[in-house]
Every structure is written in C-alpha cells, then in structure tokens.
C-alpha cells in the first residue's frame, strides 16, 4: 500500500484545514487507518484512528471536537477535517495503514505503512 498526503499548508489560528490521504493498492476498505503527527523536537504523536468500515473513531485528548477523521472506501481516502486550528497544532502530519488492521489503533507500532507527510503550520 502506498500512501500520499495533500493539504498541508499555512493557517492563521483559529483557521481550517482539510488534510486527504489516497491509498493505492487493493483491500483499502478493509483497512483501519490513522492520523500522527510529528513537530520540530518532538516525537511523533497519534492524532485520530478510524476502523476499516469508518464506523468506529477515535481521537486524541488535544483535537477531541476540533478535529473529525473520515473514510470514503469507494475512492480510497482518509480525510482529516482540522477546525479552531493551534499554533500548537503545527507539525508534519502523517497517515498511517496496516493492512489486515480492522479495528482502531492508536500506537505508532500498530501501523507498518506511512506516508512521507505533509506539513502544517498554524500562525499566530
């Protein structure tokens, strides 16, 4: 599975974004997948996960209702909608799958397939 992120950019605080990751390969709705992020001098952090039928999500503490994590099966994309955006929210963002994964997972270790990542940068 090959994994490519769009729609990092430049926000003011308080803005939005929309980040999309396309997958490649086949089975993709049979895939859970994820949403971590890595800022300059940190480690890289889990953000959102979403089952492989996209029913089931879970979040970080830190964007818990600012952030929403969506699944189309059909074109093979993860979505992560980013609202009241942070400068604190600044980092590269990665997606992340593990084929044969069909439930939420939360640890990097969890996922063996990533993105190269797209940055996002929230000014003050």
């Known amino acids: 599975v090959q994994l490519v992120e769009s729609g990092g950019g430049l926000v003011q605080t308080g803005g939005s974004l929309r980040l999309s990751c396309a997958a490649s390969?086949?089975?993709?709705?049979?895939?859970?997948m994820a949403w971590f992020r890595q800022a300059p001098g940190k480690e890289r952090e889990f953000v959102a996960t979403i089952s492989a039928s996209g029913g089931t999500t879970d979040y970080a503490d830190f964007v818990k209702g600012r952030f929403t994590i969506s699944k189309d099966n059909i074109k093979g994309t993860v979505d992560l909608q980013m609202n009241s955006l942070k400068p604190e929210d600044t980092a590269v963002y990665f997606c992340?799958?593990?084929?044969?994964?069909?439930?939420?997972?939360?640890?990097?270790?969890?996922?063996?397939?990533w993105g190269h990542g797209t940055q996002v940068t929230v000014s003050s």
């Open positions: 390969g086949h089975m993709f709705s049979s895939y859970a």
């Open positions: 992340a799958v593990e084929p044969g994964l069909f439930g939420i997972a939360t640890r990097e270790s969890d996922f063996g397939s």
